[in-house]
């Protein structure tokens, strides 16, 4: 089906305001100038037992203009859409440079800002892949479908509460900069989630479990067919959650592990996506995120994994949440390897951070949330590659005499160098003599990554994958979030920590 | 002859009111302005300013409520935005928290005034002594990464039952982090300022580098259940997020650790054997918040017990916990007759009293060994039965014996309960007020005292620094 780009968007005076904002960046001296104007609407549909218990509709526009000016960053931010409004901005901009390069001229610094080269690409125009923009359909019916997958589940025995949640997120970026590059782009987002809960009255007990479909990047058609079979996960739902209830304390010890992709992508997000940015390695996230294990100096060296580990960074998969056309630096997005058979060979970048490293061209990492905040160096779809031919989950499952099947994420930490991470899921199932052999509960995994990545001993073919995701990682001072799927396969990994969660509160 | 009308923010509240067709209607106009600085490595790396507006018209038809935000609004496109919450209402079926629009507050006196705006100029001091920071940082062999930020938000309500609310809410904070040049040792501090007059690079500086050197001896312990001191900032971090999880509805319902075992909830259990109280009040010295609820969802992500038919309850202190003993849980109108629990709506701060007169670093001289921690990061949700977390000590645990600081410790994962922790707290100290490092960003007004937790419980060692 052709998509177009939201006609109210490029009604917006988006060259008239560009040109006025990077005419005057250019008049007051600014090496560099790019001009962003955003658009983004994200709304939220919530309903608690069936009832409505929430909706809002937030439409986010704004523009921004960053410069280089005397070898520093200024930005600033504005939503007056003038002319002499988009005029002023740019002189905030190059005042906040000047301001920099006095803090820094203070400092007794030499260090400046320059960006890798980027061929410009004239008028250009990216739209993501999507069949219905859920902004499309009318609100009662997606509050009706959600009505009647809720009631579904509470129909059944032992559901005593349903949550349900669907996100929806619509982004528009136009770019222009001094170099030439005019982009203008669409994405569109879904994110629909229910979470069953049963409760134990007498005993104080309850337990949950939620969905387990990702975030896609796709349309309103998620939810009605494409892309994930929601009947078949809804009627399964009551059954499994009896049985967690019922489920044994887990022994804590040391297990080996097959970890389903609906568990495995949020491990990849924190101790592979984050630990592969180069601005955090380089020490740029270092008071708030962080900074990185896989420091720079081991490029090429380092053994992140054992020799099965292939892991890419991609921004141009279909249905991916970090897939777009061009970054917020006028850059091409591309794909490229991370991890190649268990070492560390790539990083994810912008065009600072590449300049100042040594490298050609940036691999189009800059994003910012909105126009209100600066691009930063963000996380690609980063995805562990499953082995051609490789096994499917059962025979993955068949390998392991002792060990647990790890279902959906739950709860997620890493420390602030990406080494020490603990998960939990939404379903373990013991496994016993290659066999699945009922559920437990009060599991939790704790490792290094080193350690973790070391330990796998078998990735699934690619019948096993599926591309997982996140729509809120959050980043940087001011803080933003962005979307990124990651894709993996189902991955056997040996002698890993597991906990017992009750016992860890000292019950 | 009309009246051409500006936007000033209050005459776009009255614009929104006039267009609207619906039963009832709230309109929240929020004016915003921010400035911040961003270092690593002794050089500053980004800044910014900006400038925006959010309206949010909250249309109600029947019982059903339809919410629409947008920015940049100006009088002239308030039409379709009035239009489109009243449409969002349309297609809603029938709010469980419906309730009439509050009535009777006395309007703000400043109403009609201008918002409160904040620019770059709020760094005219605190910049050039930052960039001599950097200078004396780099000369005496330490690396600064860090952030400055300031926000103004004026917020104009208006209902069509008659509020006429405003409140002006500054919130600015400053992070500082200091490594040595082989980053193997870090340290940190955090502040929070209304106004960056009374933020002192320099001395924040003086702190990290006491820090530093405190780290120069290494001693590497193991993973297990310690005496730990945990400072303001620390206490901050927990008690914030057994705030955003003390909804009354889901501990009715069995659903929460202050759910009670064949049906209630804990309210009128002791769960300190400290005379602790911990409790919310806009009027709180330093720490002051809008003194009546703004709701822009009823489905608020971070605290459930919001309501958007609650807009412009007024707000006074509320005891969450009184002496040790839990008085109150969060409610909506709606939520609070539901539980048969008495209302308590939410305000944006927390405070956490009923300790002793002595500051942490009279804490550290009267302890004969434990840790002392820096502070706490990457904190999620492991079980809510129990509401215990996980998450990481980051930048500096030093270990205290006979009284002093003996060097810094290997840093650990943590497996803990911020209910548990209240209830095995042997000390409370002075309370002071304090930023959260892991959750300031969306909550930033907190006071609270060091707490001395025996058996803390370390889960395993993290590698990082």
Known sequence: MPRTIDESFLSLPLRQLADAALARARALGADHADFRLERVRSATWVLRDARPAG?????????????????????????????????????????????????????????????????????????????????????????????????????????????????????????????????TQQRVRVLPELTATAVDTESGRFDSLRTLAPPAGRGWEYLTGTGWDWDAELAAIPELLAAKMAAPSVEAGTYDLVVDPSNLFLTIHESIGHATELDRALGYEAAFAGTSFATFDQLGTLTYGSEIMNVTGDRTVEHGLATIGWD???????????????????????????????????NGCAFADSAAHVPLQRMANVSLQPAPGGPDTEELIAGVDRGIYVVGDGSWSIDMQRYNFQFTGQRFFRIE??????????????????????????????????????????????????????????????????????????? | MSVRRSNAPHEIVERALELSRADATVVIAEEDSTANLRWAANALTTNGVTRGRRVTVIAVVGASSGVVSRT???????????????????????????????????????????????????????????????????????????????????????????????????????????????????SYVTVPTD???????????????????????RIDLPAGRYQTLLPPTSVADLLIYQHWTADARNAHEGRTVFSKPGGGTRVGERLTALPLTLYSDPAAAGVETAPFTVARSSADFFAPATSVFDNGQPLARADWIEDGVLRRLPTTRHTAELTGLPGAPLADNLVLEGGGPGSLAEMVAATERGLLITSLWYIREVD??????????????????????????????????????????????????????????FFSRTAMPALRVPEFNMSSVSPGV
């Not at chain 1, 803090?103 to 250009?124: F, K, N, Q």
């Open chain 1, 55 to 183: 909706a809002e509709d937030t439409t986010d526009t704004g523009y921004a203009v960053r410069v280089v000016h005397g070898g520093s960053w200024g930005f600033a931010a504005g939503v007056d859409m003038t002319m002499d409004g988009a005029a002023r901005v740019a002189a905030q901009a190059v005042a906040m440079a000047k301001l920099s390069a006095k803090i820094i001229a203070a400092a007794g610094s030499d260090e400046r800002v320059e960006l890798a080269p980027e061929p410009a690409y004239g008028e250009r125009t990216w739209i993501s892949s999507y069949r219905t923009n859920p902004f499309d359909i009318p609100d009662g019916d997606k509050t009706g479908l959600l009505t009647e997958w809720s009631e579904r589940l509470l129909a059944a025995d032992g559901v005593s509460h349903v949550d349900a949640r669907l996100w929806a997120v619509q982004e528009n970026k136009f770019y222009a900069d001094t170099a030439g590059t005019v982009t």
């Open chain 1, 328 to 362: 917020d630096e006028g850059v091409r997005t591309q794909s490229w390897d991370l991890v190649k058979d268990g070492t560390l060979v790539g990083y994810q970048m912008d065009r600072r951070i590449a300049r100042r490293q040594g490298f050609e061209r940036s």
């Open chain 1, 433 to 507: 003599k290659g066999r699945l052999a009922g559920q437990l509960r009060d599991v939790a995994y704790q490792a290094t990554t080193t350690d973790f990545w070391g330990s796998m001993e078998a990735v699934g073919g690619p019948q096993t994958y599926v591309l997982g995701g996140s729509f809120m990682c959050g980043k940087a001072q001011p803080g933003q979030v962005a979307a990124v799927s990651h894709g993996c396969p189902s991955a056997l990994f040996r002698g890993v920590n597991i906990l017992n969660t009750t016992q860890e509160s000292g019950r």
């Open chain 2, 72 to 186: 940049a609004v100006t009088v002239e496109e308030l039409e379709p935005l009035v239009r489109a919450a009243e449409e969002a209402a349309r297609q809603s079926p029938s709010a469980e928290d419906a309730r009439p629009l509050i009535e009777g507050v006395p309007a703000s006196p400043d109403f009609t005034a201008p918002p409160v705006e904040t620019s770059s100029d709020v760094f005219m001091d605190f910049a050039p002594a930052l960039g001599e920071t950097f200078a004396r940082a780099r000369a005496e062999g330490r690396e600064l990464f860090g952030f400055a930020s300031h926000a103004v938000v004026s917020t104009y309500l208006g209902t069509s039952s008659g509020l006429r609310l405003r409140y002006d809410q500054p919130a600015g904070s400053v992070e500082l982090n200091a490594k040595s040049p082989d980053r193997a040792r870090s």
């Open chain 2, 195 to 217: 106004d960056f007059r009374d933020v002192d690079p320099a001395a924040l500086d003086a702190d990290v580098a006491t820090r530093l050197r405190w780290a120069e001896r």
């Open chain 2, 384 to 441: 809510p039965k129990t509401l215990l977390v996980t998450g990481l000590t980051r930048d500096g645990v030093y270990l205290v014996e006979n009284g002093e600081v003996t060097g810094v410790v290997n840093n650990f994962r943590f497996n803990e309960s911020p209910v548990d922790i209240l209830g095995r707290a042997t000390e409370a100290g002075r309370t002071e007020r304090c930023r959260s490092r892991e959750w300031g960003d």
